[in-house]
């Protein structure tokens, strides 16, 4: 009895231990052991670490901005890792660049041709007279014209504006001493002729004096509301033509036949009218009305 006993719980442990062994084997088993979780190595931690850095949109604006060429596509290489991230152009950079620029041209442009026309000017307002104490004197070579009553400037009707008055109306006037003093405050000798001084111009004073009567021009020449001699004024014209290449005569202070060309010349290069005399508006023209 004792024997059928021993004989049976040995075999009811060995179907346990089978069992047991049974259940450990099969993968379906919901008590089999779990599986370890993998270990993350150091180097695949940074690797992520980096990449999300990369994705943070502030990191994106300033790669932008440093590299504007980039389009659409950046790539992140990583230890033989790619990782591809999609940007989008920031449009609102751009406009403030060009924008930012364009005031900048045009106050530079503006500034460049104000300042030139301020030079220009400048120049001209500040003409300095070369000859103050210029006295003219009887010029051999240029000829005294004559009296004649019957003168008068040819076209001078169609010459346009107030500034030509005193030559339309101009007639050449012969009287004595006594009657130009009676009529005139300023009379002058300049040049070797008598002038009288009437409203700005220089007339000659026909019959004054007639031991110096030398008068190479016959006409008003103007100088402007003192009366102060034109033979200084002439001088600085003739000078003023003479660098331009318009007047190749002496600088005697007279309006003798080459002064007349070269007046004429330089009005009409002006488009001023073609009075061959030194009137208002060219005298302004040359900045020394």
């Known amino acids: 009895m004792k024997k059928f006993v021993t004989i049976l719980i040995g075999c009811s442990l060995a179907l346990a231990a089978g069992a047991r062994a049974e259940n450990q084997q099969d993968p379906k088993n919901k008590k089999s052991k779990p599986v370890a979780k993998p270990v993350v190595s150091k180097q695949q931690h940074t690797v992520n670490t980096h990449v999300q850095t990369h994705t943070v949109p502030t990191t994106h604006v300033q790669t932008m901005h440093k590299n504007p060429t980039l389009q659409n596509n950046t790539k992140i290489h990583t230890n033989n890792t790619v990782t591809k991230q999609q940007f989008h152009t920031v449009q609102p950079?751009?406009?403030?660049?060009?924008?930012?620029?364009?005031?900048?041209?045009?106050?530079?442009?503006?500034?460049?041709?104000?300042?030139?026309?301020?030079?220009?000017?400048?120049?001209?307002?500040?003409?300095q007279p070369k000859h103050q104490n210029f006295h003219a004197q009887v010029n051999s070579s240029v000829a005294s014209v004559h009296f004649n009553q019957n003168f008068h400037f040819k076209n001078a009707q169609n010459w346009h504006g107030p500034h030509y008055a005193a030559f339309q109306n101009y007639h050449p006037q012969w009287h004595d001493h006594g009657w130009w003093h009676s009529h005139h405050n300023n009379i002058l000798l300049i040049g070797g002729g008598w002038y009288y001084w009437n409203a700005g111009y220089w007339?000659?004073?026909?019959?004054?004096?007639?031991?110096?009567?030398?008068?190479?021009?016959?006409?008003?020449?103007?100088?402007?509301?003192?009366?102060?001699?034109?033979?200084?004024?002439?001088?600085?014209?003739?000078?003023?033509?003479?660098?331009?290449?318009?007047?190749?005569?002496?600088?005697?202070?007279?309006?003798?036949?080459?002064?007349?060309?070269?007046?004429?010349?330089?009005?009409?290069?002006?488009?001023?009218?073609?009075?061959?005399?030194?009137?208002?508006?060219?005298?302004?023209?040359?900045?020394?009305?």
């Not at 442009?109 to 307002?125: A, E, I, P, R, W």
């Not at 110096?212 to 402007?224: E, K, L, M, Q, S």
């Open 93 to 127: 950079n751009k406009v403030p660049v060009v924008q930012s620029h364009n005031p900048v041209i045009q106050s530079n442009k503006l500034q460049t041709v104000q300042s030139n026309k301020l030079v220009v000017n400048k120049n001209v307002q500040n003409f």
């Open 203 to 289: 007339y000659p004073a026909w019959g004054y004096d007639q031991s110096a009567a030398y008068y190479p021009y016959d006409g008003p020449i103007y100088v402007g509301n003192s009366p102060k001699p034109f033979d200084q004024i002439v001088a600085d014209v003739q000078t003023t033509l003479q660098e331009q290449g318009l007047y190749h005569g002496e600088i005697d202070g007279l309006v003798g036949p080459l002064t007349q060309e070269a007046l004429a010349a330089y009005q009409s290069a002006q488009g001023l009218e073609q009075t061959a005399a030194i009137d208002q508006p060219t005298l302004e023209s040359l900045g020394m009305g």
